[in-house]
């Protein structure tokens, strides 16, 4: 279910709420959904149990998730993890055009590469 890259420069917490919040945000994991235990989650991808619980702990501080005292976590309700996304990639694309812009790109290149990168075919 989760891949993460151990060899990336990206810390492994922020790999997981990265990977998590996608999962949400497309649907795999719909609200009130219960997230695997920390010690679980751990355990199988290989990883210390306070990197996983300092990531469910952001995704609960960012709204994604809520915590149930004695049952664990769970995806909550409502749009935040797509929003949390949509607003990161606006961010990310902003700079994106804003460095290119600065190194000398037009407008066509830039809508050109928009349109390559729409016609590609996205794998989850």
């Not at 719909?30 to 990531?55: H, I, M």
């Not at 460095?99 to 037009?106: A, I, N």
């Not at 830039?110 to 016609?119: F, I, R």
């Amino acid at each position: 279910m989760l891949q993460l890259d151990l060899q990336s420069r990206q810390p492994i917490y922020e790999q997981l709420i990265l990977r998590l919040t996608e999962l949400i945000s497309l649907g795999v994991l719909e609200a009130d959904t219960q997230l695997p235990s920390v010690r679980t989650l751990a355990r199988d991808l290989g990883v210390n149990p306070n990197t996983v619980q300092k990531a469910y702990q952001e995704l609960e501080r960012r709204g994604i998730t809520y915590s149930v005292s004695g049952r664990g976590s769970f995806v909550a309700p409502g749009e935040g993890a797509r929003e949390i996304l949509s607003r990161q990639s606006v961010e990310k694309i902003r700079d994106a055009v804003s460095e290119g812009k600065r190194t000398g790109l037009t407008r066509p290149q830039v809508d050109e590469v928009v349109s390559s990168v729409y016609s590609e075919e996205v794998s989850v």
